[in-house]
């Protein structure tokens, strides 16, 4: 066998075509496999090479060629080859400068994957958000869901600016939302979620140079375009619902410029929002977190009445964007266990005396029967730490079903516990809760009190709701009280409590006599804790 024969056999290991061109690219040798059956090896000689790859790929292989010396070895270079109607080949070559066949270059080509499509004129459009993530739970969620679904996030910055194009942008834009589906796990899969922002089910088993086809299509327009394509597995800790609430966070995090900004990826969000769901879950389970505790009053007396026990997070400027993703994750139900835990835990320890708590119970809670279960059977053997104990039931996260809500916390009204609407206004269903739950207090948004010195409105709604109240004989507490102004007005309209930082702001440790006030207010308004009325 001759010593060729061998040579050839050991490049062909390693390669499909052989090339060899001159400094200019023009293919003066050509041997193995084409990129396609109708393309031989031997058809590409006297062709040029930058003529028969994609625009992206030739300026990329122009600096390698230009940089290669002789004797010295290029790194893999990613390619498309043309591969006859608006098709391309992705291929992973690399160059060698033989010093003999200077000022020649020798070729490997290696095909990664059959030819495909640029794009599929008669493809659908992109989804929009919302359909796409109905899509996805349509396809994750069903019998025969591949395990080999995954998310791809697609962000094709450049893309924006070709609406400056006119007609060829707009030709772009629908190429690229083509491309896309066609790409997709089933043709239809696609959705587009910003201006250059795209998220789409695929098969991650099917090797296809997204980034790659996006750059091509906008050279092919005369814009370049920078792609960044990321695969996000669909799986986690095997529950394909987590993954599905957590997309759907992360998605809507992003587009309404929370979840870190509009400038963070969706696939930096979505592995992010897994990994904090991750977090809190250990954080409920190990009890992890701090409970503050702020003073509501009885505006007559000065006295307190109660404190609200509220969550603080290690490492968090506030608790309000981590309670909507555990709302949004449904993991909010073993949190508000744990705050009634803690809760009870500090009313139990020497020295609370006559001290009353108030915690906050997600509109998700009540959706079965497990948190009013598990707060039942933490009293159980203490049935007079109830009268101590207060349920705020934040409208956050709307009830779905009012009805067997009410059910849920009669039982606990039985069983001595009050019950109270919080943030009353904030939400569209604030007076459907009133109407259809049985509670002992209303508590009344702080955005109406901000405003009552001076909008004479906020007085009146204010003073209708308590009237309200009072005849339902429910009780009113109004939030955000900073000035003696504020106090002395909702006192007059007949409110009964205040929340506020002209009492207290929230503390580590429950302060049952209060320093505000000039001093002989303060003096008037030191009292004893009081009860329940």
Known sequence: MSIRKRLLGLAFASSDL???????????????????????????????????????????????????????????????????DDRVRRATIRLFGLP????????????????YALHDPHARPALTPGAFLDRARDLLTAPDASADMTVAFVDVVGLAAAEGLGEAGQRLTARVEAALQAASIDGASAGKLGP???????????????????????????????????????????NTLNTLRALRFAVEGCLNGGAGGPELSFTASLSRTLKDADAFRAMARDRSFDLHYQPIVDLKTGGVHHFEALARFKGSAGPADTIRM????????????????????????????????????SGASLADDRYVQAVLRMTASKPDERRRLIVEVTESAALADIESANRRLGALRAAGIRVCIDDFGAGSASYDYLRGLSVDTVKIDGRFVEGIQTDSRARTMIGHLVDLCRSMKVETIAEMIETEDVADILRDLGVNQGQGWLFGKAEAEPRTVLAYGEPAAAVRRVGAVFGWG
């Open 18 to 84: 052989l090339l060899e061109i001159d400094r200019d690219g023009r293919i003066t040798f050509g041997l193995g496999s084409g990129p396609s059956a109708q393309t031989s090896a031997e058809s590409l000689i006297g062709s040029s090479l930058f003529d028969g790859i994609g625009k992206a790929s030739a300026k990329l292989l122009e600096r390698v060629v230009a940089d290669l010396a002789a004797g010295s070895r290029s790194a893999p270079v990613e390619v498309l080859f043309r591969s006859g």
């Open 100 to 115: 003999d066949l200077a000022p020649n270059i020798s070729i490997s080509v290696a095909w990664e994957g059959p030819a």
């Open 196 to 238: 250059e922002r795209f998220a789409m089910l695929r098969d991650r088993t099917i090797a296809h140079d997204l980034a790659g086809e996006m750059r091509e299509l906008g050279l092919s327009e005369g814009l370049t375009l920078d792609v960044a394509a990321t695969d996000v597995g669909t799986e986690t800790g095997g």
């Open 326 to 361: 555990a709302e949004e994750l449904a993991l909010i139900d073993a949190f508000d266990i744990a705050v009634a835990e803690k809760a009870l835990s500090r009313l139990r320890r020497p020295g609370a005396g006559l001290m009353k708590f108030a915690v906050n119970v």
